[in-house]
């Protein structure tokens, strides 16, 4: 990670209220005009952070899906006999030519 002090100034244009009430409007948000305020304050902080991460040196670290290597836990796909077709039918409320028979659905026709 890159040790360069952070620059005085913001890594990001300033935003106002009218940017915050932008946003707010998008999002569907109703906010009072001191949530206006503080929400650009707020929002101003979490860009100064996000550009801050940007900034970090990763250019010898390779890429990763997790912090931590994974084992998978799943056992072994094993074929094993089932039931009858003609036993498994027989507990269906309806069966027709050897297949499980559903209702018709989503306005299908005939």
């Known amino acids: 990670m890159s040790t360069e002090p952070a620059p005085d100034t913001a ?4 935003l106002d209220r009218q940017d915050i ?3 707010a409007r998008l999002a569907r948000l109703a906010v ?5 305020d ?8 979490v860009l100064d952070a996000v550009a801050q991460v940007q900034r970090a040196d990763v250019d010898d670290v ?10 998978n836990v799943l056992r072994a796909d094993v074929t094993t006999p089932s039931l ?3 036993v498994v039918l027989a ?5 027709e ?4 028979r559903v209702p018709r659905i989503l306005g299908e026709e005939a």
Do not use: S
Request: glycine fraction near 8%; charge should be negative; proline fraction near 12%.
């Open 84 to 86: 009858p077709r003609d």
């Open 91 to 95: 507990g269906a409320p309806a069966a």
């Open 62 to 71: 390779a890429p990763t899906t997790h912090a931590v290597p994974l084992t």
């Open 38 to 45: 503080r929400f650009a304050g707020q929002l101003g902080a």
């Open 21 to 23: 009430a932008h946003l």
């Open 32 to 36: 009072t005009d001191e949530e206006l």
């Open 11 to 14: 890594a990001h244009p300033a």
């Open 97 to 100: 030519d050897d297949r499980f």
